[in-house]
């Protein structure tokens, strides 16, 4: 057997520890949660050592143990995630409603798996390996297929010294409990609906801090050897919640996001300094008010339309998500910290960048960026990007 063949040990399903009146009523999808139907899942994962002087068997069992009861407990706060998607069609008026039923569904999925492969087989190379990918379930679905997948799933895969956790991030205690009475426009929802009748009117597949955007941004249109008329543009994914007025708590529970971008000709983006790149982003963050988030909101719900991956992600441009300020290494599963985060296949476009906080911590970013062999290979011979990585 090939050793980098992962192997699926279990599988089972964890549902909330107890029921509560409030999941038993269909949870509604906003604007923000619709447009995402057509995006991959999200994929991340902790990498750690198993402790030394440890029974590996007990420590397994007591891992695997915790890690479903937390789950369990952490899934009575957000249970949305223990559900299906669920779709009501109407032909006259032609209409698509897709909200979550969390009654008709087994739960989240949890996977044991276990690969012949050590912790310096995943974190040595100079890229990560592909084995990397199938240490996370929902190979390439998309949002959508959360009709029959499930709408979480955790799987653990046991390496010969180490524990990879993929999607793991739900036992830290709740001290603040998500917010999940979802936000419509007045006037709207809770059923905003989708001007289709068939799925793939609305779904496509694709198979295949201002300053760091800036620096990202200027160093990969440099790798990428644009002639300086070519176009290029740099997204930032924005929060919503505190652009609102009156503002949506930062507790709020499902998607409040948008995409913000800077626009200039590559000639131009290098030719000026560090400083106008990041000016020209944060114009673009700062002007990301209340008038424009209400403004996209109504724009839908006049012509309601689903983000399709092809679109969003060009190869002229760069595409920067996630972020520092998100706590990775937080979570405490009795492994110590984690080693490192990897990501899995979603998501995985010519210039999109991932920015994760540092393992060392002080304020150190690690950044997950995705480029073809030959950009990636200008990258790393560019003496002043290599300056301020390691």
Known sequence: MDPSSVRIISECYVTPQHVSDQSKQPYYLTTWDLVMLSVQYIQKGLLYAKPEGNCEENLINNVLGRLKQSLSIALVHFYPLAGRLATKIEENPKSHFVFVDCNNSPGAKFIHAAVDLSVSDIVSPTYVPLVVQSFFDHDRAINYDGHTRPLLSIQVTELVDGVFIAQGDTNLKISRPPVLEKWFPEGHGPLLNLPFTNQDELISRFEAPESLSAFVWRSITKARRFPNETVTGCRLAI???????????????????????????????????????AWKLHQAVVNHTDKQVRGFVNGWLDSPFIYQIAQLFDPQSVMMGSSPRFNKYGNEFGLGKALTLRSGYAHKFDGKVSAYPGHEGGGSVDLEICLPPSSMKALELDEEFMSVVS
């Open 239 to 277: 929060n919503n919640r505190s652009r609102l007025e009156p503002a949506l708590s930062p507790d709020y529970f499902g998607n409040s996001i948008q995409t913000v971008r800077a626009v200039t000709t590559a000639g131009e983006l290098l030719k000026h300094g560090l400083g106008w790149a």
